[in-house]
Structures are given as structure tokens and as C-alpha cells.
């Protein structure tokens, strides 16, 4: 709250008023409780000329205990010609002083009271009492009237002001009140992004660098590797100082649950600038990270209680989001943990397929990548190709485990898995976007493939993606009607039908993988394969 702006605007408001009531013919003088005076508003000769005077000194102080056990206050004359017109100030509900408004009458001009003031400022008696004639001095008997107008117009100017800073005051509030309600309203609309801890993140510091002045804001997490979009690295909007990652991640490491708000000249001030606040990230009771807002920039080099409140209102939000993201995570990692179980067990049912489905999985996801997807879509493709062949339980195992050709009969019953598959995965919500994957990939681009012998972009790009995968992982395996081929055998036995099996953009894609990670995998495979075992017993 900016309150020197607000005693700016009552100053100002109240000289003005005095001016106009000086204008007059009224002099305003300021008391304390004790009836010491203060400084006036406007400095003049009849001001002069009265507060130099020990008469009206005396007779402000004199009265002063009485006017602070009074109610009502009544105007007094303080000796002849001069009137005292007092009205209470206030601070909060304590008596502050008094505002005195001084009525000079004719009957100063005729009283030896004059001669008196005009020798405690060293001014000559009948020059003043020609300035007080020229100004028209108040009647004797119109003094009530003058002190009642006075009294009532003061107390409403000041009443007026009161209001006026009060509106100011709440208009400040309801600022920072709305700037909060919108970072907050921005940052819960983004919260169900859970799958998007770093971007949420961003998003939360880039709300409040916009918000606070501060030269940058940043989260640093303790957290290990479990959410691995985020892990251990400093997330931060602004321009933080190089080399500063190190020192937060300490502080990280040793706050406690209350937050730090560094001072002028300790460690975090000197290093990351002043009015630095950190606010602790906690999840029942246990600090997982810290929101730091450093170096404040403006006038103010304090953190403000706003500030503060902001800080601490976010960090709280931040921990609720990381709380779900975490769970989402642990969730995610469950269910595709049991998707690789599955599949796993599907591709043991053949010795010759064992890890087919995660092979397939990860070139499905390095294609996915190269052709440009996000990283949502390369992990559902990733999940498509480890499911591509779930209906694959549906099939009877020896027709899968078969040596020597299939019949016609044992082929349908093959042709039968992209259908049972998807039918399978049909009612589970997650797996709504890659079901055409499983559905269609033994489609041909050119037509003739299976089940329902669509072409082109008719075929869904997961499933062309996942076409070539599979093609790639099937050729590179031994089979029970065949030896494994090299890796350049098959990919020119691709090459051949690429725009009749493959669609050419992604082949081209395709062909230009990395297979290092893929041949990593498939060595892992291979050592705990049946076959393996087979061939070392021959």
C-alpha cells in the first residue's frame, strides 16, 4: 500500500481548505493533545501575527484539557477579539490533536489586545489594524454562526478525505487482490496438466515474473528422477545470474518448512539479489522443492507482505500439481508396466517372438520423433507399438508356434489378431487414439493388406508407422520357416516395396533411423531367449 500518496493527497486537500477558509478571514493553527503547536499550512501575516503570540499559545494550551474530555466542542473566546474554534483530529480512535480555527472580530481593532500581539512579532499596531479593517473582520455577535459553519465544513472535508483515502486504500487491495485471483485462476486452469510438469512449471514462473518485480523466478526440485521431464535441473522465467543452479539446489537441500526472505547483506541477498524470497514446495510436511523469486527490482527493497502472500499461495498450488503429477507418473509407469507384462507374455507364447512388441515399441517412437510428433504423440505411438499385437492372445498357440507353412484355415485365423486386439483395447479410455494402430497395421499402402484392405492415408499414421516397425523387427528375427536376415538385406527387401506396402515419406524416415538402441535391445533379448538355450544344448 502506497500511503505516502494517500497523506500527499489528505495534505494537499486540507491546505486547500485552508486556504479558502484563510481567504475568510480565518487563520488555521494544529495542536497536539497537550495544545503544542504545530506547523501551519499557509504562512501569512495574520498567520504570523497569531501563532508568534504567546496570548493565543496560551490560551490553545489552556483549553486543550478540556476540549480532550469533551464531546461537543464550543468555540471560546481567547481574549478579546480573538476566537478559538477547536475540531478534533483522529488516529484510529485515539485523539490525535486538534485543528483550531482562529476567528479574529472587530473588536480586535478597538482593544488593547492588539498592541499586544503586534509586540510579540515586532509588527506596528496601526499598520495591522489598517490590514484588519481592509479585510472585513468578522462581527462579534456572527461568531457562533462562523464557528458552526467552520466546525461542519472541516469535520466534512476531513470526513471526505477519510473516505476518499479509504477508497484508495481498497482500490490498492482490490489490485493486488485481482492480480492475485488472475496468476491463480491462470495457474489452476493449467493444473490437469499433469503428463506436463516442466511446461506447467514454466508457465507458473513466466505468470509470476510478470506479476512481482523481480528479476527472475525459478523452481528447484528434490525430487530424484521421478518426474523425469523435470528431474533435478533449475526451471526459471527472467534472467537468473549464471552458475546459480549450485546454490539453489543447496538452499533445496537445507530449508526447512519455513521460507527464507533474505535480508540487505546476507548470503542469499549477496548472491541472488535483494529481497529474495524463497518459499518452501510441500507434500504432507515434506519439503520436495523450493519457488524462488530473486533480486526485486524497483523503490521498495524489501519484500512486501503481497509479495509474500503470492509467493506462498503459489508454492501451494505448485505443490498440489506436483503432488498429482507425481501420482500420474507412478500410475503411467504402473500401467505400462503391465502392458509390458502383457505383451511379453503374448510374444512368449512364440520362442522366435520374444521382445518383438518392445522392439517394435521403441522404432515405432524413433519414427514418431523423426517425423516431427510432440513427445505426447511419440509416447502413444510408443504404447500402440507395444500393443500392436495384443489380439494376438485370441489366436490359438499352434497355430502361432507352427513349424512349416500355415493352411489357408491357420492364416485366417492369424489375419483374425488386428481385430481382436482392437476389440479388446476398445473400452479402455487411453487407449481410444492408438486403437486404430492396432486395428490397421497390416494394411498395405497400395491395398490388399488386412483386415479391411484400405490404402494411403486411409490407413491411420500410427499404423503405417507401426507397418514398417514390425516389417524391420520380423525380417531382423529368426522364424520357424526362416533364418534372420542382416540388417542391409532387409532394409533393401523394404526398399523394394516402398509406395506398395510402406508409405515412401515415412520409409524414407525410417531408413535414415539410428538401429543402435533397437540392436541393444534385441542382444538383451536374445540372451534369454528359448532359442538361445536351444541352439547352446545343439
Known sequence: MNTSKCTQTSHTNISSFASLVRDAGMVV?????????????????????LSAS??????????????????VLDPIEAFQGVWLVPVRKSSGRRNSGFSVGVIVTDALCASEYLHVLCQASGADAKIVRDMLLSISPVATHDVGRIAAMFQFAWNAQTSNEDNQNTMESVGRELADSYEEISLLYTITSSMNSVNHPKRFVELVCNELLQTLPYT????????????????????????????????????????????????GDDVVANRLGQATVIEPIMIDGDVIGVLVAANKQGNDSEASSVDIKLLSATASQLAIFLENA??????????????????????????????????????????????????DQVDRYRIAGLVHDIGKIG???????????????????????????????KD???MEDILGGVMHHHEKYAGGGYPHGITGEEIPLVARMITLADTFDAMSS?????????????LDEMRRVVGLQFDPELAEHFFALDFSQWEKLMVEHQAWSPITDERKAA
Request: aromatic letters at 6%.
Open 29 to 49: 493553527l494544529h495542536c497536539d493533545a497537550n495544545g503544542q503547536l504545530g506547523p501551519s499550512e499557509k504562512t501569512d501575516w495574520l498567520t504570523d501575527l
Open 428 to 430: 479402455i479410455p487411453q
Open 326 to 375: 507425481l501420482l500420474y507418473e507412478d500410475l503411467s509407469a504402473t500401467f505400462l508396466g503391465t502392458l509390458e507384462a502383457l505383451t511379453a507374455s503374448i510374444d512368449a507364447k512364440d520362442k522366435y517372438t520374444s521382445g518383438h512388441s518392445q522392439r517394435v515399441a521403441l522404432l515405432t517412437a524413433q519414427l514418431a520423433e523423426s517425423y516431427g510428433l510432440d513427445s
Open 216 to 263: 527472475w523466478i525459478g523452481v528447484q526440485l528434490r525430487i530424484g528422477e521421478r518426474l523425469p521431464r523435470i528431474g533435478s535441473e533449475l526451471v526459471f522465467a527472467g534472467e537468473a545470474p549464471t552458475n546459480i543452479s549450485g546454490m539453489v539446489r543447496s538452499i533445496t537441500n537445507d530449508i526447512d518448512q519455513s521460507p527464507i526472505v533474505s535480508g
Open 478 to 490: 529368426s522364424r520357424t520357416y526362416r533364418k534372420a536376415m542382416n540388417r542391409n538385406a532387409v
Open 395 to 425: 489366436v490359438p498357440e499352434y497355430v502361432l508356434t507352427k513349424n512349416g507353412d500355415l493352411t489357408n484355415d491357420e492364416y485366417a485365423e492369424i489375419q483374425k489378431h488386428p481385430e481382436i486386439g482392437a476389440k479388446i483395447l
Open 54 to 71: 504567546s496570548l493565543v499559545r496560551t490560551a490553545i494550551t489552556s483549553n486543550c484539557s478540556s476540549w480532550n474530555s469533551q464531546e
